[in-house]
């Protein structure tokens, strides 16, 4: 026995070897329950299930007797193998069995509705982005963490990031990375750290500084929008430039994070943005960079031009953003940097996706769809399914803004088929955010389907995808994500109340509105919050249509929902949300005019007004469908304006109308809108007839 082991048997004579080979294995599997999901625990998991398994195949086999017989024909004993199998199957299987527990008992069988619960205070939440800087490999003194720390402590306050020092160093030299990546990982288990920066600065030519890396933690992807490579390479520049270049990629990290919880961050970015692009438009500096810092500090600005752009509305922050991506791929190539010239793809079509929800052009999100295209069929060919399920995520957002310009429901099967694929490859055990988002969106996507081809079955697969997002949007954690996905829920029964000609599913919407309504966090809230409104107010009309003697009670209610989702909605930050609120606000006074009866005319002018305000939002090139829609309807107020006074020129004006509606729908689709306008206007020209007029 060595002097160590007697030291510990004098000192505990009750710890004997057995019972500290026991403790140790007690202490892993307790490791093991506490953090399932963790990557060194899936190691461990992995190491130890197949051994036990074989252990568990073979000891099972020992109690058949033409396998004994097998093994005692190869000289072995049918006890000592049952015996050793049995063992290894004891010793190893624990930690699989405890790991699938703990995910099982940590993930929810069912959707238990917390509607009741109340919403938490949003103003009392606060968001701290935690940069962790290791020592550096190399950095005599500790001068370039300093360096770097510096940095980032003086950042815009909006933007919340915290830099700390991280009292360790990950050795790099003289290993690979992906060693060094899994040491860097395990550094900050059980400590809430954003992102950690690590690496050496010795590695490369002077003056530049590096190799130096980033690492984001959680379930999210990288800085650079991807899973793979799963570190981002921070550009090898002059110490100088590199402070400039990491402080605008935490920061458009840190705003990334803020735009996930709707926290605003105004320019925050800009100045950064407008330091960083001095660098990179100045050729004398440039000159000395390699092709890859060039390329990265490119990417940087695009991503960053993104955020900023995203954040305030600026189409010009989005061209520039296009403009630096484009950029980047004179020097990261196809053929000699795959990953990287996807990652960048991947990241325009990101861009041009948010500049098409300013410009509404078909032309940019066709655009944006060649990008993620690009970047799929890269990382199809490389099997990376993370990547891949995270392109087919924005893919299906494409694809649903290009159906809302064009006739058909093709692209909407397209948008479904994408999200059904995002939400296959994202394991909801390990990416519970991204496999929530991909099924949040399905649901709306086969809503949207349901809307146009008129089946139910739609609008039921898209209640199930979001109880399947719910599993893990929560009132608590989440409460406006979680109150988005209840009312794409909502909806799903107003139009499965139209669907199926049930009234009960009309007030199961309306009630459910209402659940979301109270106490609604709608202080900075200009998307869900009149969403819900107007939703309730849909609700309400279907309600009235389905309780004779009560549609003028619920058309005022309707009225009411519709003026409040206006209070937060304007045409310059809002267009189509305003418009639709505009649209729906005359069919409820229409409903209203056609039920109060009387030769009162109140009801139409408020259903004309709004309506014309409507269709400053639609164009008939740009938007066919609901522009013809609003004329529709705009016809039907002028008509029964008419109908209440002897004179003709509103049934003309309502005739015109029909005919303006009829004259941009594409020939080969919308038909149910075609013959509803042609029927309009048949009645239309009756009364015109009767009143002695042609009609024009």
Known sequence: MSSADRHISD?????????????????????????????????????????GLIGAIVWALTFWVKARVEIERRQFQSMAVRRIAGIVALACMPFLLVQRASIYRRSPREVISDATQAYPDLKRRRIRVVVAIAHLEGDDGA???????????????RLHVIPVILNRRIALAGRPQGIAHLEAVGAVTGVRVHTLIW?????????????????????????????LPADF?????????????????????????????????????????????SMADDPRKTSGWSADARARVNLVLGIAGTASGTELKSEESLHTAVAYFQRTQGDWTRERDPLEWAMT???????????????????????????????????????????????????????????????????????????????KGFDFRYYPASSAEAQRRLGRALRDLGENEGGAKDFEEAIAADREALKVYNKRHAPIMWAATQLQIAQCFDRLGWATSNGDYFRQSAELSRQLLDGYPDEDDSVVWPEIQINLGHALIGMGTFNRGSEIEYAQQAVAAFRAALEKLSLEHQATDWGTAKTDLGNAFLVLGEKAGGSDTYY?????????????????????????????????????????????????????????????LPKDGALELRNALQHSLGIALDDLHQRGSDGG
């Open 345 to 423: 793809q991947l990241n325009l079509g990101v861009a041009l996706s948010e500049l098409s929800n300013l410009d509404d052009r078909v032309e940019t999100m066709r655009a944006a769809m060649a990008a993620y295209q690009n970047a799929l069929a890269v990382y199809q060919s490389r099997s990376d399914g993370l990547d891949s399920a995270g392109v087919q995520l924005m893919m299906g957002g494409t694809f649903r803004a290009i159906a809302q310009h064009e006739t058909g429901a093709a692209n909407l099967h397209r948008a479904v088929d994408s999200y059904r694929a995002a939400a």
């Open 604 to 664: 139409q002018e408020q259903a004309i007004d709004a309506l014309k305000d409507a269709l400053k939002v639609y164009t008939p090139e740009r938007d066919p469908i609901a522009w013809a829609t609003a004329k529709y309807d705009l016809g039907d107020a002028l008509v029964q304006l008419g109908e209440r006074g002897p004179g003709i020129i509103y049934l003309q004006q309502g005739v015109q109308t029909y005919r303006e509606a009829l004259a941009v």
């Open 143 to 157: 001068k370039i963490e300093g360096r770097l720390r510096d940095a980032l402590d003086g950042l815009d306050r």
């Open 199 to 227: 690496g050496g600065v010795k590695g490369v030519a002077h003056p530049s500084v590096g190799p130096l890396y980033q690492t984001s933690f959680g379930s999210d992807s990288q800085f650079s929008g991807v899973y």
């Open 11 to 51: 000192r505990f004579p009750w710890l004997t070897r057995a019972r500290a080979a026991a403790g140790a294995f007690a202490v892993a599997l307790l490791i093991v329950f506490m953090w399932p999901s963790a990557r060194l625990v899936a190691d461990l998991v992995v190491v130890t299930a197949i051994p």
């Open 233 to 277: 390479k921070l550009p090898e520049l002059p110490l100088d430039d590199l402070c400039n270049a990491l402080r605008l990629i935490v920061a458009t990290q840190s705003a990334d994070e803020l735009q996930q919880f709707m926290f605003k961050f105004g320019d925050a970015l800009e100045p950064l943005i407008k330091q960083v692009r």
